[in-house]
């Protein structure tokens, strides 16, 4: 059986893993965070140039019927 001491000491190093765990997860939290900002950010500016392509297709979709009926 192990002494009060050891078991505190035990107990300890269990409190300390958690706590480098916790930190590490925060870590990796805020990086994830970050990523996913960018991620948010990059599909923005996707859908901008995706929606300008397709109004400049359909105008010249337009241009073309046009000169089809002269």
Do not use: F
């Not at 900002?37 to 979709?61: G, H, N, P």
């Amino acid at each position: 059986m192990k002494s009060p001491s050891q078991q505190i000491d035990q107990l300890e190093q269990k409190v300390d893993a958690l706590i480098a765990r916790i930190w590490t997860m925060d870590e990796e939290n805020r990086s994830l965070r970050s990523r996913n900002d960018e991620l948010i950010k990059e599909r923005s500016q996707l859908i901008e140039k995706t929606t300008l392509a397709k109004t400049r297709v359909e105008a010249m979709i337009t241009r073309l019927k046009g000169i089809n009926h002269q």
